[in-house]
């Protein structure tokens, strides 16, 4: 079993910055990639950030020059570190990460989803 906490979310003026936080755990064998998205009401989930395990990194438009995502390979950890946010930033965060795990006696790639934390941004 896989699991993604993700922790940092919360309510900031405009301007503002945050930090999220996205910890895998499990019968974990190596982590691929990670990314954040993100999933205001009425839209749909797209994708802001996300980095291999190379440190490759790719953003949306709408985010780049204000979000930076890192990784820590050792604590198996995500970061997006969200800064100028802007009240269109407002939406339900998720974490996702393609893992390499060992099922049965192969290994795979699998995709898991965290559980969302809440970024609201508002005077």
């Known amino acids: 079993q896989v699991q993604l906490v993700e922790s940092g979310g919360g309510l900031v003026q405009p301007g503002g910055s945050l930090r999220l936080s996205c910890a895998a755990s499990?019968?974990?064998?190596?982590?691929?990639?990670f990314g954040w998205y993100r999933q205001a009401p009425g839209a749909q989930r797209e994708l802001v950030a996300a980095?291999?395990?190379?440190?490759?990194?790719n953003y949306a438009d709408s985010v780049k020059g204000r979000f930076t995502i890192s990784r820590d390979n050792a604590k198996n950890t995500v970061y997006l570190q969200m800064n100028s946010l802007k009240p269109e930033d407002t939406a339900v965060y998720y974490c996702n990460a393609n893992i390499r795990v060992l099922v049965v006696n192969t290994y795979n790639n699998r995709n898991y989803w965290g559980q969302g934390t809440q970024v609201t941004v508002s005077s």
């Open positions: 499990g019968s974990i064998f190596s982590i691929n990639s």
């Open positions: 980095i291999t395990s190379g440190g490759s990194t």
